[in-house]
């Protein structure tokens, strides 16, 4: 720690940040631009200008750049010193000569970093009387919005979207006066986390423009804190709405997991709640007539198809809550309850729990990724199914700048003098996947190989890091040099992570990659080991445990059950659709709770119209262990009463005490999570550390609209000119509106919307932590429940992989993107806007062999179904082997790992 002096007063603070990170991390205010936390700093603004004092004369000083000062012990400077005060406000206004001043109609009013430094400034007097220079804005895509004129150069995007998340199409031109941050062309930017800009730039120069379709202030917008549900990462959000309306995700920052940032997936998705084909009434078919009820007909509807029932099937799902899937199996009893997953998932879902429950392998946080210096990733393509942590450990590859840092004593905050010092050296980074990956272009090497051939690899790695381990069965022994140098890097690594997870639906691939982390840890190796899963709720509905959908399926066919309650799964992007099709023939008693309007609602007798993400509160576990909540925006009922829209723990609720009268009383969601703990081993401290619904600060909820907020009589006025009582959240903390204590950050870790007395922007989270770049105040939100399992209970895992050639046939993997895979997000009308042309994948081999054109359409059959896709030929996907976006285009899980005997070019 030093000792700093700031206009008299003495502060402790860390040594090895800046001024600038200092004085902000003590609460004291200095405007500044260029600097941004997880960028560092480059002076280019000039804007943090404060006077520095010699010991030896303390009556005058320098004017210096605080971001580019070291904090030294025995500094004294003055931030309210007359000539820096000045100075400060000179250069804003310079910055602004040629800026439009349309803070009026631009989508960052309200929201705007560079409106916050200007009344700090002191600046309020426009002067320039002149013709301003004007530039021409570009197309960048469907989620971002380019307008250069308001660009005060402070170079914050291009050091972020090229230095930080390494993205190549966007970059700066021009000189002096003069310069322009964009493409070299219009065109959308490719990078998966280019929604950043939005909040990285200091201005309106690069705005959400999906949130200017449905735009309102920031300070009239109600906000929740929530979790992105679209993969398992966890990230923290937040979610602003208006007139019944999602209009804007922002970063809820975590300090343990997303910081800053989020992926576009999550910032952009969205708008699924809005589409208005979505089903927000209960409905009943009945020989294709269809009846709209509302909710005590759907209630007692229900009732009445289950009463009789003598066995019930529960097919729960993993992008429900823990709550939805508790009350699922609670209706059906144990034994009929399926998670949704089909076995071979189930499988991986089950083994992930196993190791992180018993393993003692630390799972890393993604913020500790960073600080890894050797990372192998098995069989996940990151990009595409966690693009947070893709994100994050292309951070880990490039921190080797931080040790050459030391070497030449260059500050770790200094961004430019790191990056021509390191020049561009990187860590260690190896890649197993079937095709080609994102992060190949930061990769040390990358192996193109079948599931089976990349478990061999990993076997022989671990074996010959600890003999204990399996011996390694049809290693290829053509890549022995990249195997000893992968081996060697591991070694020689002061913290080293595997990278692995259910996507490839492989067990043997999960146990080889803990068997690398095992054989590190028995040689008193710093390792890591992160297994991703597919949804946000994976290791939350598996620590439930139920049957599988294959079981359940067979047991259908067996004529078990009588009855069906299908909660938020679609079941044809799991099961083929004559499978699907037969449980609806052959069952009449079957009722669907779900938000997505999807082929399995389009059948069901009766639908549930359940609350999504944002219309509900409850809890998920991510990846790591992680026990989150996540909480409701805005009651849909206050729009319209007769909107049926319930979280679907509610729905299951109340059929269970028509059916059942069952004496368990679940008033609000604090009654459910009770019952959990006493069920659930695993969950039995969550209550310790999860909010509950009475908690207060100074007898006051917590408001979920800034005070602020105007017009709210407004709100209803096309239904009445009378306005209504608010609605009462019963299942958390929270007060609708405005009323309710707005200092939830000094008391609470889960923070609505990030405002602070003179901080509007998304820089106020500043504010909110212990210091910049740290916790939160009050903690970072959830828990993790497996990190004390320190004491491993499972050795090695001794398995034999699939030595079997892919002569004559063809095996189906699954391809995964970003956006066009993802169940939730896939029809909404932006993200169409970004998805790839979704088609099957074979080698160049295999397709010289049939004569197989690139984009031509092939015919296969399998599992007694024909299928047709559109082909593309890899030059990296291994023979025998064909690649399917399964999930999509009629495309389900069940064929994964499946057998094509033949594949046929038709005619399209």
């Known amino acids: 720690m030093a000792k700093i002096y700031v206009d008299g007063e003495q502060y402790n603070v860390d040594e090895s940040n800046n001024l600038l990170h200092a004085c902000l991390s003590a609460g004291i205010d200095i405007p500044y631009f260029c600097w941004h936390p997880i ?26 750049i605080s971001c580019m000062t070291p904090a030294l012990d025995g500094t004294i400077i003055s931030i309210n010193d007359a000539e820096s005060v000045s100075f400060r406000k000179s250069i804003i206004e310079l910055l602004m000569t040629n800026h439009p001043h349309d803070c009026p109609v631009c989508e960052e009013g309200g929201n705007c970093h560079l409106q916050d430094m200007t009344v700090i400034t002191g600046h309020s007097l426009r002067r320039y009387n002149f013709t301003k220079r004007t530039h021409k804005n570009q197309y960048l895509g469907p989620f971002i919005s380019h307008e ?31 310069i322009y941050f964009g493409r070299l062309q219009d065109g959308i930017l490719e990078n998966e986390h280019s929604g950043n800009l939005v909040e990285i730039c200091p201005t309106g120069v690069f705005t959400d423009k999906t949130y200017s379709e449905h735009y309102h202030r920031k300070w009239d917008m109600q906000y929740a804190p929530s979790i992105c549900n679209y993969c398992s990462i966890g990230c923290n959000i937040s979610v602003g709405e208006r007139y019944g309306e999602i209009c804007r995700i922002e970063n809820r920052y975590h300090g343990e997991i997303n910081h800053y940032l989020i992926c576009d997936l999550g910032r952009f998705g969205y708008g699924y709640s809005n589409l208005p084909n979505r089903p927000v009434e209960s409905f009943s078919r009945l020989h294709d007539k269809v009846s709209v009820l509302n909710d005590s007909q759907a209630i007692l509807k229900a009732i009445e198809l289950l009463k009789d029932a003598n066995k019930i099937l529960g097919i729960g799902s993993n992008r429900a809550s823990i709550e939805s899937n508790f009350a699922l199996k609670k209706i059906v009893g144990d034994e009929n309850f399926s998670t949704g997953f089909l076995s071979d998932e189930q499988d991986c879902i089950e083994l992930i729990i196993n190791i992180l429950k018993n393993g003692g392998i630390y799972t890393p946080t993604l913020c500790e990724i960073e600080t890894y210096d050797v990372i192998l990733i098995l069989g996940e393509d990151l990009t595409q199914v966690a693009p947070r942590m893709a994100l994050s ?8 700048s931080f040790e050459m840092s030391k070497l030449k004593n260059i500050p770790k905050w200094h961004s430019q003098g790191l990056l021509n010092a390191s020049q561009n050296m990187r860590y260690d980074l190896f890649i197993t996947n079937i095709d080609e990956t994102a992060l190949d272009n930061i990769s040390t090497w990358s192996y193109t190989a079948s599931v089976d051939d ?46 692995s997870g259910s996507h490839s639906r492989s ?20 390792v890591g080991l992160s297994l991703i899963t597919s949804g946000s709720n994976s290791i939350g509905i598996g620590l439930i445990k139920g049957i599988d959908l294959n079981t359940a399926l067979n047991q259908i066919n067996k004529k078990k059950y009588d009855a069906i309650i299908v909660m938020e799964n679609d079941l044809y992007r799991s099961l083929l659709q004559v499978q699907v099709d037969s449980i609806f023939n052959s069952i009449d008693k079957i009722i669907i709770i779900d938000y997505k309007y999807n082929n399995t609602v389009s059948n069901g007798k009766l639908l549930l119209s359940a609350a999504n993400f944002f219309e509900s509160s409850g809890t998920i576990i991510n990846y790591e262990g992680r026990v989150q909540r996540f909480f409701k925006v805005y009651d849909p009922k206050f729009y319209n009463e007769n909107i049926g829209k319930l979280d679907s723990w509610r729905w299951l609720y109340a059929i269970s005490t028509g059916i059942k009268m069952d004496s368990t009383i679940w008033n609000n969601i604090d009654d459910i999570i009770n019952d959990i703990i006493s069920d659930i081993s695993d969950l039995k401290d969550i209550k310790k550390f999860l909010p509950d619904v009475d908690f207060r600060i100074f007898g006051q909820k917590i408001a979920r609209s800034p005070h602020r907020a105007s017009g709210r009589t407004a709100l209803r006025s096309d239904i009445s000119v009378h306005e209504p009582k608010q609605p009462q959240d019963i299942d958390s903390m929270f007060s609708f509106s405005m009323e309710g204590s707005q200092q939830a950050y000094k008391f609470s870790s889960y923070i609505p919307f990030a405002w602070s007395p003179g901080w509007n922007s998304p820089q ?24 004390n399992n320190n004491k491993g209970k499972i050795n090695f895992f001794n398995f034999f992989p699939d030595v079997r050639k892919f002569e004559n046939y063809y095996r189906i993997v699954p391809y995964y993107f970003l956006f066009g895979t993802e169940e939730i997000t896939h029809d909404v009308p932006v993200i169409k806007k970004k998805i790839p042309i979704l088609c099957g994948v074979i080698s160049s081999l295999d397709a010289k062999m049939n004569f197989i054109k690139s984009d031509s359409y092939i015919e296969f059959l399998c599992l007694g179904e024909i299928f047709h896709i559109k082909l593309r030929i890899s030059n990296k996907l291994s023979s025998g082997q ?18 094509i005997k033949k594949i046929r070019e038709i005619c399209k």
């Open 454 to 499: 990349q478990v061999s690899l990993a076997c022989a790695i671990a074996y010959d890091i600890n003999k204990d381990s399996p011996i390694p069965i049809n290693f290829n022994e053509k890549f022995l040099y990249q195997k000893s140098i992968i081996v060697q890097a591991l070694l020689s690594s002061k913290k080293s992570l595997i990278i």
């Open 39 to 64: 960028l560092g700093s480059v002076g280019a603004c000039r804007q943090c200008a404060v006077k520095k004092y010699d010991k030896s004369d303390s009556d005058e000083g320098k004017i210096i």
């Open 764 to 787: 106020a989270w500043n504010k909110f932590q212990k210091k910049i770049n740290s916790n939160l105040l009050c903690g970072d939100s959830g828990i993790c429940i497996f990190k």
């Open 507 to 526: 067990t043997s691939l999960i146990q080889a990659s803990f068997n690398i982390a095992l054989a590190l840890k028995k040689i008193n190796q710093h």
């Open 148 to 178: 250069m004129n308001r660009c005060i150069g402070c170079y914050r995007c291009i050091r972020y979207y090229k230095d930080y998340a390494d993205g190549t199409d966007l970059g700066v031109y021009g000189a002096n006066n003069n």
């Open 393 to 400: 450990v292309r951070q880990a590859v490039k921190s080797k």
């Open 882 to 899: 064909i690649g399917l976006p399964l999930g999509t285009l009629g495309m389900p899980f069940i064929l994964s790992g499946k057998k």
